[in-house]
């Protein structure tokens, strides 16, 4: 008997002609090869480049040794899986300008890098910026750039993407 057929792909979504300039975003290539560093909270396996991945564990050691624990929430995304986000967020009722405040657009996502990963704590809500309240926020302000990290999203970032506590990209120049 033949397995059925695959599903097709979804659409990916448009994305406004402007976008890149107006956001100041420039495209992001997948990554090549990547890494298990856990699972998130939904069982899914968190993958980074292996640059980052020894960077993040390193940071993550380093962390612990103060007494703060760093769990990674998310980290590589493909620009089919950032589509079906999108696509999930449009067809709830959101427009595309709401998805694009809080989204980078398909194929601009730091995430498709492998070199960026959400950050959480216990005790902090994930993806939230209650995560600027913890002590695992406040040491990675401290200490993040020792490791190569930097925070993507500040307040008022030129991307117009909202602020994010939780998102950290390895950059080690």
């Keep these: 008997m ?11 979504p448009a994305i406004p002609p402007d ?3 107006r956001r100041a975003m420039r495209r992001q290539a997948e990554a090549s090869e ?3 560093i856990g699972e998130s909270p939904e069982g899914r396996d968190i993958l980074l ?3 980052a991945a020894h960077a993040w564990e390193a940071m993550r050691a380093a ?4 007494g703060v624990e760093l769990v990674a929430i998310s980290g590589f995304r493909s620009i089919a899986r950032q589509a079906e986000i999108v696509g999930e967020k449009l067809r709830a009722g959101e427009s595309m300008e709401a998805v694009l405040e809080v989204l980078a657009a398909p194929g601009y996502s730091e995430h498709h890098t492998g070199r960026a990963v959400d950050v959480g704590t216990p005790g902090a809500a994930p993806l939230t910026e209650d995560f600027e309240r913890s002590e695992a926020f406040r040491w990675l302000r401290a200490h993040a750039s ?3 990290f930097r925070l993507s999203y500040p307040r008022g970032n030129a991307h117009g993407i909202a602020y994010e506590p939780w998102h950290w990209r390895f950059a080690p120049d």
């Design 49 to 51: 480049d292996p640059s």
């Design 19 to 21: 976008y890149e300039a």
């Design 34 to 36: 990547l890494i298990r």
């Design 2 to 12: 033949a397995a059925p057929p695959e599903p097709s792909p979804e659409p990916m």
């Design 146 to 148: 020792e490791h190569g």
């Design 63 to 66: 962390a612990a040794s103060s």
